[in-house]
């Protein structure tokens, strides 16, 4: 077949990429190509392209692959300079019913943008980035997508040798708070204008005619990124990197690496080795989701308003009201995982108590089972708080509930201990763990064990690594 490329990135916005070629992969082997979504995309694949064109091992007609430009703040930091190290866009693809989506390999090379860094990906960080993102697209968060990782049959070195992989990924758009920042400190503000200009039409296109679009492009921003956090605190995700080069425009999940699911409810829970301080711990999460916003605001500036001043308070002024729309998308986001239909008044103090009331307990398994007390409680060392809350929330949620719960919180989620023996097995050639883990994740409402269990006593501390 032959993929129609567009490439309206490279077109519309000059200078914010370098062209840069992907590493032709020696032996490139697919490890996993994604049917239903190749299909979506209206891509009729075969294995042999799959496995040539997601690898580097040919450049598919049609692609004009090249490194977008991207500053950031990463972990409370700014670099002037990081841009795809290891990635290369391909071009954009339009789906039947209209859709751009960027198509990129990662993992794929060296590029002008990769510093110290050998542009390359080993299977396992690979592999867990299609699980992870293939669960979040399946429990209905929005996340770029994942078509296909292939083995490179190349070594890389991290810590030890490992087997080498491509990934391809599938993105809304690869825009992020970090490639507004990385104009906006060079003080190139016609290129951050056209940034906005481009992110308004490829994202949100009727804010077009807004009266001030900028404005409007920031609320929108807001907007998606808020109900996105929200989206992760309700599955006890923990992104890990929550730097802005990692917060898409989109408002998708973007890079997933040292991510995790939290097991055991508690608030402060951090897996990633690098984060010593928690600055992206689970709580954190909706205190950093305003911290990026609020950089993205400072590159928008002077799109704002023609007054600096003027600006700076229409900035502040929606900055400002982050914290309260954050916790109304978590309310509602609440309401659903506790099975509430309609709103009452007392919902927020529900939420909240139930938040104290199962600390220590299993995040997933509890929502699950709140309307089977015999199944629920063996998830708790000490019920007590639970023993007290039950009764409110019986008699809130009503008829129905037991169903209601069922439909919207996943019973398999991608449990640690669960990843990792896939992506051990897979290190070593053994693919089959991988398939039988992604075929439960992805129904996660389905029932199935072993994979809805918690990790055995034993397993852990969990800590997870960036895999770059
Ligand atoms: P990340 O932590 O994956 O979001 O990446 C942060 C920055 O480091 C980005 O600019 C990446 O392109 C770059 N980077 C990560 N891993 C590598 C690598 N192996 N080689 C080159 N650049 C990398
Ligand atoms: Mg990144």
């Known amino acids: 077949m032959t993929i129609a490329f567009d490439h309206s990135y490279a077109r519309d916005l000059p200078g914010t990429y370098l062209r840069a070629a992907p590493d032709p992969a020696p032996a490139p082997r697919l490890l996993v190509l994604n049917r239903p979504l190749a299909a979506e995309l209206n891509l009729a694949l075969s294995d042999d392209e799959a496995r040539d064109w997601f690898s580097g091992a040919q450049v598919p007609p049609g692609a004009e692959p090249i490194a977008q430009a991207y500053a950031g703040h990463q972990f409370g930091g700014f670099s002037p300079q990081l841009g795809d190290g290891r ?14 989506f960027d198509i990129q390999l990662k993992g794929s090379g060296r590029t002008p943008f990769s510093r110290g860094g050998d542009g390359k990906a080993a299977i396992g960080p690979m592999l867990r980035e299609y699980l ?15 078509l296909a990782v292939v083995a490179t049959g190349e070594e890389v070195w991290r810590e030890t040798k490992l087997p080498g992989a491509v990934l391809a990924r599938v993105a809304a758009s690869h825009l992020r708070v970090g490639t507004f920042q ?38 929108a921003v807001i907007a998606r990124q808020a109900r996105l956090i929200a989206e992760w605190m309700g599955l006890g995700f923990i992104h890990g990197v929550m730097n802005t080069d990692n917060m898409a425009i989109s408002g998708e999940t973007i890079d997933y690496g040292p991510c995790a699911f939290m097991e055991t409810y508690a608030p402060g829970t951090v897996f990633s080795s690098i984060d010593h301080q928690g600055r992206y711990a689970y709580a954190n999460q909706p205190l950093i989701l305003g911290w990026n916003l609020a950089r993205l605001a400072e590159t928008l500036i002077p799109l704002l308003d023609a007054s600096r001043e003027k600006a700076i308070e229409i900035a502040n002024d929606r ?3 982050i914290a309260g729309h954050y916790r109304t998308e978590w309310l ?12 009452d008044e007392g919902d927020a103090a529900l939420a909240d108590d139930l938040m104290t009331a199962m600390e220590g307990a299993d995040w997933t398994l509890t929502f699950r089972r709140l309307a089977d007390e ?19 929330w019986r008699a809130r949620a009503g008829e129905g509930a037991a169903q209601r719960l069922a439909a919207v919180n996943p019973a398999v989620i991608p449990r640690n201990h669960n990843v990792e023996a896939a992506l051990t097995a897979a290190t070593d050639a053994n693919m089959a763990p991988f398939h039988a883990l992604l075929s439960a994740i992805q129904r996660p409402y389905t029932e199935s064990e072993p994979y809805m269990l918690p990790a055995p006593t034993g397993f852990g501390p969990y800590v997870t690594f960036c895999g770059t």
Not at 189 to 211: F, G, M, N
Not at 333 to 339: E, N, Q, S, Y
């Open 87 to 100: 990635a290369h866009l391909l071009g954009e693809i339009l789906t039947p019913d209209g859709r751009r």
């Open 132 to 146: 992870i993102s293939e669960f979040m697209a399946a429990a209905g968060v929005p996340t770029t997508r994942s």
């Open 182 to 219: 990385f104009f906006a400190a060079r003080g190139e503000e016609a290129q951050v204008r056209a940034l906005a200009d481009y992110a308004i039409a490829r994202h949100y296109p009727d804010l077009a005619k807004a009266a001030n679009p900028y404005v409007a492009l920031l609320d």
């Open 319 to 321: 900055l400002v009201g």
């Open 332 to 343: 509602t986001v609440m309401r659903r995982k506790l099975g509430l239909l309609g709103e």
């Open 374 to 392: 015999a199944a629920l409680r063996p998830l708790f060392d000490d019920f007590t708080k639970m023993e007290a809350w039950l009764p409110r």
